[in-house]
């Protein structure tokens, strides 16, 4: 305001006629900041002519345009419902306010003004003219919104070749998972019409989907060279970086488009704020994703994935459940969580579930050639306990996945599953992540390799390592009963031996029985050291039974004839 005083001071006691003509010639005009896509000032300007009273209902319809591109769609709704308030208002200000609903979620009142958006009935008021080209990619979309195929189909009838009917074919192809598709029509569009440059972002976002990043990024590069503050090409790249390379790079990008203060990077600030949680690992998800969930798809998915590596099944499961798939990405999450919570809380329901959604994945036409496809296929065979088939697929693609511990966890399990222990061993030792480390599933098959590979003191060893539990407890009997079918019995002793004290069973003592006298003749065939002799004897003194005896004075009878002192 004091600016706004001041300045005409200024004006009439310093301005000659001729620069006043001069700084009106360089007052920007509606048409300048269209061209700059400056939406922002574009509203300034409209703004405030309508409250000088210059304002009509094309000043009010360019407003409401601004805002829509600004990204701010409620504020674009508003001015679109107050101008259907008026008398005589055109067809297409309905189809406009439809558009509004819809990219803010409300489809049903989307299809309901979009219905609307008609031109009126003849004079004769019996022929009503056809539905404007805009309406049709409407109402196509919200067909696809409401998986209502039979009505998608009869509007795609309706696309004509031209750029904006084919753009709206591409993105139901995008939205589909066809990846492909969209790319060969965007490509024939710009076969035509070099100038449409933000068709690159398209191509390379589909690449981008397709797992071809490097490629993605060398499409992106030609938008960006014309428009370096694009919000959307510049999120696009950072999300390459971060499959390239990792999230600090990733993060680095956005920190550019932070920089500029670009209008774009309002626009898409939610966006932003999200794909951080990501680049960042989750960090600050609870705070950032909530909001999200009904603003961006992936924001959900994303806090699902946070829950899961915070072992959080239950809250994972709940924000799922009512999720409909539609996506391969979709589908797989939902399988994961179904297989977590199926192993979580044993049921058998939840695990086919899973089993059922990796099957479908993987077994598609779409993503049956793709990394994700297989490690479905891989997965589904895995619940179904088929561990020959998964090594196939997982086989097929361990040459991306060398240093990741989840897919080794798996791709040893599998090993070993099929008897071959010793690359079963390779790959568990490959491993980094202590949380796998301290799994009672990774230590339990880590030991059975140790004992099939003949190295049972190290499996012993793993043992010791552990508290006191049920899961200990477990590792113990696998250890007895392992080390007693490979004939190495000096350590099936020592494991039936504790597993007596705890438990007082009889068959502890008939394992710990013939394991000492398994090591005994091991000792005689020169095959184990004397020296264990006296703490074999020394196990089988801990258990007050008859049997005891004899088997000691045996055992002293034969260190006395050799000559060993015990």
Not at 382 to 405: G, H, M
Not at 539 to 561: C, F, G, H
């Amino acid at each position: 305001m004091m600016l706004s005083r001041s300045k005409p001071a200024t004006q009439t006691s310093t301005s000659t006629p001729a620069k006043e003509n001069k700084k009106k010639k360089k007052m920007p005009k509606l048409d300048d900041f269209l061209a700059a896509r400056d939406y922002t000032g574009a509203i300034t300007l409209l703004e405030f002519n309508r409250n000088s009273g210059k304002g009509n209902d094309e000043t009010d319809l360019w407003i409401a345009y601004c805002a829509f591109h600004l990204g701010d769609y409620k504020r674009a709704m508003e001015e679109y419902e107050r101008l259907t308030r008026r008398d005589g208002c055109h067809p297409d200000v309905w189809t406009n306010l439809g558009c509004c609903y819809f990219f803010l979620g409300m489809y049903p009142e989307a299809d309901e003004a979009g219905a609307k958006g008609r031109m009126e009935h003849g004079d004769d008021g019996t022929d009503q003219a056809p539905k404007s080209r805009l309406q049709n990619r409407l109402l196509f979309h919200l067909s696809h919104k409401f998986n209502d195929e039979k009505r998608l189909m009869g509007h795609h009838q309706g696309l004509q070749d031209m750029i904006e009917d084919q753009l709206s074919l591409a993105s139901i192809h995008y939205l589909r998972s066809h990846y492909q598709e969209a790319i060969d029509i965007y490509k024939r569009i710009l076969l035509d019409n070099r100038d449409c440059l933000a068709l690159n972002v398209y191509v390379a976002l589909c690449y981008y989907k397709l797992d071809y990043y490097d490629v993605s990024q060398e499409v992106l590069a030609v938008y960006l060279q014309q428009f370096p503050d694009s919000a959307i090409a510049l999120n696009l790249k950072a999300c390459n970086h971060f499959r390239l390379y990792n999230g600090k790079a990733a993060e680095a990008e956005l920190k550019a488009l932070q920089d500029m203060a670009s209008p774009s990077f309002m626009f898409a600030r939610d966006l932003i704020k999200h794909n951080l949680v990501v680049f960042r690992g989750g960090e600050g998800a609870l705070q950032v994703l909530p909001p999200l969930i009904d603003v961006i798809p992936e924001a959900r998915l994303n806090l699902v994935i946070y829950y899961l590596k915070q072992d959080d099944i239950s809250e994972a499961y709940n924000l799922i459940k009512d999720l409909e798939p539609t996506t391969p990405q979709e589908y797989i999450l939902k399988g994961v969580v179904n297989a977590a919570l199926g192993q979580e809380q044993a049921s058998r329901e939840h695990l086919k579930i899973a089993q059922q959604y990796f099957q479908l994945v993987g077994g598609s036409a779409s993503e049956c050639d793709t990394i994700p496809g297989r490690q479905c296929m891989a997965s589904c065979f895995f619940l179904l306990k088929q561990f020959e088939d998964v090594l196939i697929y997982l086989n097929s693609v361990k040459s991306y996945f060398y240093n990741d511990d989840m897919f080794n966890f798996n791709y040893a399990q599998a090993k070993a599953a099929v008897g071959n222990f010793k690359e079963a061993e390779e790959v568990f030792m490959l491993i980094q992540s202590d949380k796998i480390k301290g799994d009672y599933t990774y230590l339990s098959w880590l030991a059975r390799c140790y004992i099939m590979n003949r190295k049972a003191r190290l499996a012993w060893e793993l043992y010791l390592k552990m508290e006191t539990s049920g899961e200990s407890f477990s590792l113990l009997q696998l250890i007895a009963n392992d080390c007693y079918k490979m004939g190495q019995f000096y350590y099936a002793a020592k494991a039936f031996d504790v597993l007596e004290r705890l438990d007082p069973n009889p068959e502890y003592w008939e394992g710990k029985r013939g394991a000492c006298v398994g090591v005994f003749q091991l000792i005689i065939a020169g095959h184990e050291p004397r020296d264990k002799l006296r703490e074999v004897m020394q196990i089988l003194r801990n258990t007050s039974n008859p049997q005891v005896e004899y088997i000691v004075r045996t055992m002293k009878k034969w260190a006395k004839d050799n000559q060993m002192n015990i």
